[in-house]
């Protein structure tokens, strides 16, 4: 069971919300800005999502998953009813070598009666937009293409090829050659596919889908390992050679035989999100492509969301093509390969149509975040977002959170500290490595009679320098002691800052103090409790800055941490100086 998932339980991503870390790699990958971040947790606005897979193959923490369908398919199996595989293309880079040649018995081991290719499917897609091309110039697929057209560019849905993807061709035809009563589960790399075949006009044409990562789970859980399974072949028909390398940029028009070399001004087969999007900004009249093969992953399907391989995208990519190469024997004929073909596309931009937002507020949360001035714009891009005017527009959509501001933050923790330590009862002084005053707060102005125009004076010309000075040897790193100035008894911590190459002195007036315990304690709990505030401020803040402010803010937690320590333990305190 999840522990934490986005609010819609149908949703086919969805995010585990123990796992999400508030880096926004989602927010930045995503091409259509389909994340929404609450609390800190990035959550799938499933209307505005395409179901590319990008965030779950670039998540970092695994929060972004693909909803399983190994329970359904076991329940599938175990209804009676008779079921076949359609194994994607794209199966040879994962399954490589020899592994290809045992995946069928795999399968067959799961329960599976009947394995094929869906590069059968593939080939009819390709011979039926050849036969089509006049009616539209973009192949259709991919899904997570068409649902981008869709959804986001309805100026081309008119340019979508009518044409059905192998997948659902492939089940068309499963249905007909062993009968309407066969289940049909498609298996490949691809998120999409799950939505896809959920769409109305597909509905009893695939009956489950697994992605590759869950049919190597699904083995692992049942102990089957390919090395212990014999050879034995797909269940295909045809000549399947040129099919099987679909899932590759320019597959398609390969397995349509249309001659394709890069150069050609009226065809384009290109891949990955960024090119996709790139392409359909150019306006629809001003294309001269006669058809364009669009796939949304980068390389093809070989590169999906859903395929599980540590191998260069480029060495999938040959497993790919040496399996295609070396299985030359053209299958059994294939029989009547007439299925319907046909489909249509719908307009939903209406349901991703994003609220208009006023100038007057843009420019409000921009205030609020400390960048009304532009030049205080960096578009760091830190929030996954191009732009500071961008990431405001999502705040005042509900998409964004201010906090998701790296600058803003880093600058908010900064002025909290500072407020704190400013205003601090206590005396504060930070020294450099030669023991020159850098800094020194009002209480320690204040207990001393001195004010700013000692900056960059050394400590000797105002207090006992002894403390430092055995700081500066290196013999110790913190230093406790009770010390007389001009009638002010005042106590003293000291300790070192390392990696700053500073040294900081904490001071408490004690003068009217009498140095029993009661009193000593009455001190420490006294700066301990002013200690631990600040130290509450600076782990509330590292909280909500956690994976991007980094060493400076670990560095002021650090510090805070290292106060405490002096005062939570028996410290031992002497008018000489001598370190606890």
Known sequence: MHTGTDKDKTNVIYTLTANCQDCYRCVRVCPVKAIRVSNGQAY???ELCIKCGTCVRECPQGAKTIRSGIDDVKELLSSGRKVAASVAPSFPALFSGWRSLRLPSALRLLGFSYISETAEGASIVADKAYEVREKGSICTACPAVVNYIEKYRNEYIDRLMPIVSPMIAHGRLLKKRLGDDWAVVFIGPCAAKKHEALRPEHEGIIDGVLTFAELLKWMEEEGIDLATCSESGFESEGDLRSARLFPLEGGML???????DGTNADALCISG??????????????????IVEPLF?????????CLPSKKKRFRRKQELCDFSASTTAILKVRGNAEIDCCTDFRDETASVAPEAISESRINEILEETGKGDPALQLNCGACGYK?????????????????MCMPYMRRLAQQRTDIIIETSPNGVVVLDDHLHIMHMNPAFQELFSCNNSLLGRHISCLLDVDSFEQLASGHTNTRDS???KDGIKYHEVAYTLKEEKQYVGIYTDVSDLKFDKNQI?????????????LLYHQIDFSQKMA????KSTAESEELVKKITNLYDGENRFNAGGVES
């Open 387 to 403: 732009s500071c005017r961008e990431n405001a527009m999502a705040v005042a959509r509900g998409m964004a959170e201010p906090d």
């Open 273 to 290: 999100n960024e090119n996709v999007i790139e392409l359909l900004d150019v306006p629809a009249e001003e294309w001269g492509y006669n």
């Open 547 to 550: 994976h991007y402010l980094g």
């Open 254 to 260: 390969k397995t349509a035989n249309i001659s394709y």
């Open 44 to 46: 799938i606005q499933d």
């Open 297 to 305: 992953c980068s390389g093809g399907c070989i590169n999906g969301p």
């Open 482 to 484: 009770i010390r007389m």
């Open 521 to 533: 304690d009455a001190i420490r709990n006294q700066t301990l409790e002013h200690v631990r505030e």
